[in-house]
């Protein structure tokens, strides 16, 4: 089977090196690149070369970015050629559409790679929707921040050097807004949750980062047995569901507290097989490479998800709701009670009204943090 790659950047060196290492049933025939990079018979900086030939049945999309992604992926799936992305930033916002176009092109659109990288998370998440309904999934879906985090908490850093330190190894960008600031996992989340709840996952979801964690803030988490990481979660039932992005604060003896590095752990709740954890890379050439692999062979083995986003949950945010942190110089509003010295709980917040007051709050004090402590519903 020949197959075109897009992108020849740490993703798609993975996957050709897999390929070609260890996958002789496929071929890598075409490879997208810039003009000034194309060192090689194989690539070519013009994609029309690769939608108009009739050999190539995959492409394997490693660009990132909303565009031109998006409008190479719609190209390729309008001319009956499957697509396997890792790019979850453009599944996110375009996924009901890619898979109407597939659907509607008997075409493929294989995603396994967009969220934890080698984690086999997307598939093992179809896998319990043959029998179960999902209740929820949450977990560590972003290897910077948590390699940031676990740094802070193990080595006593404070934020900026673990920072430093994430971007000296190659896990954070040098503009690292898209991780401390959750828009990764915002995204991850919610594929997540059309995959698992089928549904379109709304894209206005509450979304707080790790900006403004601190040292102190570390300490006095720990003080309590807790340990912070950010997670993406969702929760459905009777209809409705709700998402979110947040830091949370998780006992200390879990095993979410103990994911060391830049490694992610997802979980869901499944009806009758209960909860699963799923543990490995979140990131990188080859894990991510390995996923991207897995499902060009899937479309080999003519084994191809089908998604399908008409049950019409509604969106209902109450249905997450837990206790929050505020570590804040701002005065406690009456609900709230006091948690440690320049700190304050309140109970029962949805994870809306949380992110707005946590808005409030940081109009006052920029450097302010907030974290929810346990889900209540």
Not at 6 to 33: K, M, S, Y
Request: charged fraction near 20%; aromatic fraction near 8%.
């Amino acid at each position: 089977m020949k197959i075109a790659v897009l992108g020849f950047g740490t993703v798609g060196r993975g996957v050709v090196n897999i390929i070609e290492d260890r996958v002789p049933q496929v071929q890598v025939a075409r490879i997208l690149e810039l003009p000034d990079r194309c060192v090689e018979p194989r690539m070519t900086p013009n994609f029309d070369d690769i939608a108009n030939d009739p050999e190539i049945e995959v492409v394997v999309e490693c660009m990132g970015g909303l565009e031109p992604a998006h409008t190479f992926i719609c190209m390729a799936l309008t001319a009956g050629k499957s697509v396997v992305t890792s790019n979850k930033a453009v599944v996110a916002e375009y996924f009901e559409e890619f898979v109407n176009l597939a659907n509607a092109h008997d075409a493929g659109f294989l995603i396994e790679a967009s969220v934890g990288g080698g984690i086999p998370w997307i598939a093992s998440i179809a896998k319990v929707r043959r029998v179960d309904e999902v209740s929820t999934f949450s977990g560590i879906m972003n290897g910077t921040t948590n390699y940031i985090i676990d740094s802070m908490a193990k080595q006593d850093l404070d934020f900026d050097i673990a920072l430093g330190r994430a971007q000296e190894l190659g896990y954070a960008e040098r503009d690292p807004s898209a991780d401390i600031d959750g828009i990764d996992v915002r995204n991850k989340t919610i594929i997540s949750a059309s995959v698992a709840f089928d549904v379109a996952c709304t894209k206005d979801l509450p979304v707080t980062g790790i900006r403004t964690l601190t040292k102190r803030d570390m300490a006095m988490f720990r003080q309590k047995g807790l340990q912070v990481k950010l997670f993406g979660r969702g929760v459905q039932r009777d209809g409705s569901y709700a998402v979110a992005v947040e830091p949370v604060a998780v006992p200390r003896d879990s095993m979410e507290a103990a994911v060391p590095s830049n490694f992610n752990l997802v979980s869901l709740e499944g009806t009758t097989v209960g909860p699963l954890k799923f543990y490995g890379q979140g990131a990188g050439s080859l894990p991510t490479g390995n996923a991207m692999v897995q499902d060009v062979l899937d479309v080999a083995a003519h084994v191809q998800p089908r998604y399908d986003f008409s049950r019409g949950l509604t969106y209902d945010p109450t249905l997450l709701t837990s206790s929050y942190v505020f570590r804040t110089s701002v005065d406690a509003p009456q609900s709230a009670e006091w948690y440690a010295t320049d700190a304050w709980l309140v109970h029962h917040l949805s994870a809306v009204d949380a992110h707005k007051l946590f808005e409030q709050v940081q109009a006052r004090d920029p450097k302010a943090f907030m974290a929810a402590i346990s889900r209540e519903d």
